[in-house]
């Protein structure tokens, strides 16, 4: 099995711009997450998902999208981006009470 | 609002020492706290989960223990080894979401 796959792992951004960081799961998880990670702290939580077409905000959504039209995917959409959204971005999924998993991040900068 | 605390937030010990990593969470309401390691610029690798029913979990040298009447959990690493050394994370999970503490970076000396 794949895991939880992200891409890109390294993206730059120009202020303004708009990009969707992609998570994709094939572990058949209900539950799916984006953290967001800045240096010295732990992972804050942007948007989480508990099933293909429910979602909610986590503890700093401003500037981010997301939608679960499928049990796989989880897209991330930034939509003007700020030189404050510079981070190190994960996504995670489970099922039930298993822990999570999660992906291997993708490194943004804005600029 | 689930908050998540982590002490000491560094630790530097010499190899072969026995250390304890604790975390401490507001909200007993939990489904299982997971723990995990990450290396600098690296993912997240899990390493122990503790359903919120069980008291303690154990993986090799690694032990971690969950009160969740008192809302703590510790890990103990046992024997510890320069390879070891990375940033310790912990994370108290429901359905859909995790929240973390800022973690304890553990330096272990040859």
């Known amino acids: 099995n794949a895991g939880v796959t992200q891409t890109p792992k390294f993206q730059v951004l120009k202020t303004g711009q708009s990009m969707t960081l992609q998570c994709a799961q094939d572990?058949?998880?209900?539950?799916m997450s984006w953290y967001r990670q800045d240096p010295g702290m732990g992972l804050r939580l942007i948007h989480y998902?508990?099933?293909?077409?429910?979602?909610d905000q986590g503890e700093v959504p401003n500037g981010y999208n997301v939608s679960r039209s499928t049990t796989e995917d989880f897209p991330l959409r930034l939509l003007s981006a700020a030189p404050s959204q510079t981070s190190v971005y994960f996504c995670?999924?489970?099922?039930?009470?298993?822990?999570?998993?999660f992906g291997s991040g993708t490194r943004l900068t804005v600029v | 609002k689930q908050e998540v605390t982590q002490i000491p937030a560094a630790l530097s010990v010499p190899e072969g020492e026995n250390l304890v990593l604790n975390c401490s969470f507001t909200d007993s309401a939990i489904y299982n706290l997971q723990w995990f390691r990450q290396d600098p610029g690296k993912g997240l690798t899990s390493l122990l989960l503790?359903?919120?029913?069980?008291r303690e979990q154990t993986s090799g040298r690694l032990n971690a223990s969950l009160d969740k009447s008192s809302g703590r959990s510790t890990l103990y690493i046992a024997a510890s080894q320069p390879g070891d050394s990375a940033t310790y994370l912990c994370a108290v999970n429901n359905a859909g979401k995790s929240t973390f503490g800022d973690g304890t970076t553990l330096t272990v000396k040859p």
């Open positions: 503790i359903q919120s029913s069980q």
């Open positions: 998902s508990v099933g293909a077409g429910i979602t």
């Open positions: 572990m058949n998880h209900e539950y």
């Open positions: 995670a999924s489970s099922h039930g009470q298993l822990g999570y998993t």
